[in-house]
């Protein structure tokens, strides 16, 4: 029994991947799909209820973000959609019902809760007419052995490896945490002065988004290095997610006591880490999950295979290559030239401060802020020619500077821990650093050629 079943798995498992080789999708295949993709959906909507407290929306309100984070998933599902249908030979726009049968299956529990069973009976539905369509079948035959014998196929090539192409070198990881955290503290500035308004929704929107650079950040970094989880372990963590959210609608209130009596102590460091954050401002937070990551950085990274670029392919590129952009020379500030600018800009804001506290929100307040526009304006273009004459103004190095200079100066300003002449020092002297960041040489250009 076990010799023939072995080989019939091996047979299937040889035209699973031969199909997917050929950019279409089997029957298994595709409900492996359809389930993942689903329980992946499920699972963030669960952490969205959980963590931003989505369920105090509005009923439309709910409904309407629910639509749209499935439809975002619902374009994942499109690519596997169109593979059946090329499989199964049937015409494309077969697509359009099938990703509408699916969005309504899981979003009509949300906005009909006594119909749940109407939209599970959809989604079986669904699940049953992908999986009983015949494929057709695949442009190869089989030995004896149960090999395909087109010269393409190799059984014994390595299985495809899905990883993730992005890569963040350890500085990379550090600016990337360092422009989240900027854009994070204004968020929570938003929030904590709103008062439950409606800017705390906006700044649970924008924890959701930061939250997901975040985890694309974080696996660049684990791929630069080599420590990226395997994918089993995603899967698991998903199932998890999805069984403490069936346990919270199945028990209600009594799920928590369930899961203290199984995992006490697991339940006791987190009731413990529970009431320490409690101490904790978002400021605090959001330093603390900074700071724990700093080690991540310390991790060597691999080194990359280069991939061998075609001869007529970078003989292309060659060609098509841009001449290099021209920055304007004016702008372009060495270390010491910079640091005078600096001095100037500073000492120019000091009277617009004294405009703004001594006029008290009449017209030289917006003298004063056009004061500031301006001086902001000479100043980003002054700061980008100093990264420029350092070599550093490539990729999002400028603008990254200028993100980081800004909010260090100004956010500490709008929560009022500062006056505005603390705020034009930390301004200057933040940028005191690029002092030591040397100038790039200069290439030398050819002497004209004397004539006769």
């Not at 008290?360 to 917006?366: A, F, I, L």
């Amino acid at each position: 029994m076990n010799r023939r079943l072995a080989p019939a798995i091996t047979r299937v498992v040889q035209e699973a991947e031969l199909r997917q080789s050929l950019g279409r999708l089997g029957r298994i295949d595709f409900a492996l799909r359809i389930l993942t993709i689903t329980g992946i959906a499920f699972a963030f909507q669960f952490l969205g209820d959980a963590l931003l407290h989505l369920t105090q929306l509005p009923h439309v309100l709910y409904l309407l973000q629910r639509i749209i984070l499935f439809g975002a998933f619902g374009t994942i599902l499109m690519r596997g959609i169109d593979q059946r249908l090329i499989d199964a030979a049937l015409a494309r726009w077969y697509r359009y019902p099938a990703i509408a049968a699916w969005l309504i299956s899981v979003s009509l529990p949300a906005a009909w809760p006594s119909g749940w069973q109407i939209g599970l009976g959809l989604f079986l539905l669904l699940l049953i007419l992908g999986c009983s369509i015949r494929g057709t079948s695949l442009p190869t035959e089989y030995d004896s052995v149960s090999r395909p014998t087109v010269p393409e196929w190799n059984a014994y090539a390595p299985r495809r490896n899905y990883r993730p192409k992005w890569f963040n070198n350890s500085v990379s990881f550090l600016r990337s945490l360092l422009t989240l955290g900027c854009f994070w503290f204004p968020l929570i500035c938003l929030e904590s002065a709103s008062g439950g308004g409606i800017g705390v929704w906006f700044a649970r929107f924008g924890y959701c988004i930061l939250s997901l650079v975040w985890f694309f950040v974080l696996i660049g970094r684990l791929n630069d290095a080599g420590r990226l989880p395997h994918k089993r372990y995603g899967f698991l963590l998903t199932g998890l997610v999805l069984l403490i959210g069936l346990l919270n609608h199945i028990l209600g209130e009594e799920w928590s006591t369930h899961l203290h009596s199984l995992l006490s102590s697991a339940a006791f460091f987190a009731s413990l880490l529970g009431a320490w954050l409690k101490y904790l401002n978002g400021y605090e937070i959001l330093a603390l999950f900074l700071f724990v990551q700093i080690p991540l950085a310390f991790l060597p990274s691999n080194p990359r295979p280069q991939e061998p670029i075609p001869a007529n392919v970078a003989e292309g590129k060659s060609k098509r290559r841009a001449p290099a952009a021209k920055t304007n020379e004016l702008a372009l500030s060495g270390p010491f030239e910079y640091l005078r600018i600096l001095l100037v800009i500073g000492c120019l804001c000091i009277p617009l401060v004294y405009m703004d506290d001594a006029s008290g929100g009449s017209v030289g307040s917006w003298i004063a802020r056009l004061g500031y526009l301006i001086l902001g304006f000479f100043w980003l273009i002054f700061a980008n020619g100093r990264l420029e004459d350092a070599g550093w103004a490539h990729s999002w190095y400028p603008s990254q500077y200028a993100l980081v200079v800004s909010v260090a100066s100004l956010l500490p300003l709008a929560v009022h821990w500062i006056n505005g002449y603390e705020a034009v020092a930390i301004f200057v002297l933040i940028q005191i650093p690029t002092v030591f960041l040397r100038s790039k040489p200069v290439p030398e250009e050819p002497l004209p050629s004397s004539r006769g």
